[in-house]
């Protein structure tokens, strides 16, 4: 289990913008992939986006253009700068540590404590 400290969210109006972080700060190596998921009232938990250690990303379709993840070089520290914020963006974000084979993230079992997002009409 990799221990995951997140920060940020809050509530924001719909077109704002909000910044979350995470950081796991008891790993001696590298993480290959972090990523951040989110789970709206009601629904299942979905990938947001993913990025490598060598900054190789990925985006869920309902946020290209409008959100943007990154990892501090050579660190176990992932950012997911959220812009053009919508109702629908609404969840409990989580952040993720795991692996990404090609265009495939592949989650590992470590999970952030959550950190809620509430976009407001």
């Known amino acids: 289990q990799v221990h995951l400290v997140e920060s940020g969210g809050g509530l924001v109006q719909d077109g704002g913008s909000l910044k979350l972080s995470c950081t796991a700060p008891?790993?001696?190596?590298?993480?290959?992939?972090m990523a951040w998921y989110r789970q709206p009232p009601g629904k299942e938990r979905e990938l947001v986006a993913a990025?490598?250690?060598?900054?190789?990303?990925k985006y869920g379709d309902s946020v290209k253009g409008r959100f943007y993840i990154s990892r501090d070089k050579g660190e176990n520290t992932v950012a997911l700068q959220m812009n053009s914020l919508k109702p629908e963006d609404t969840a409990v974000y989580y952040c993720?540590?795991?692996?990404?084979?090609?265009?495939?993230?592949?989650?590992?079992?470590?999970w952030g404590q959550g950190t809620q997002v509430t976009v407001s009409s």
């Open positions: 993720n540590t795991g692996r990404m084979t090609g265009n495939t993230y592949f989650p590992g079992g470590s």
């Open positions: 008891r790993m001696p190596f590298v993480i290959n992939a």
């Open positions: 990025v490598t250690s060598g900054d190789r990303s």
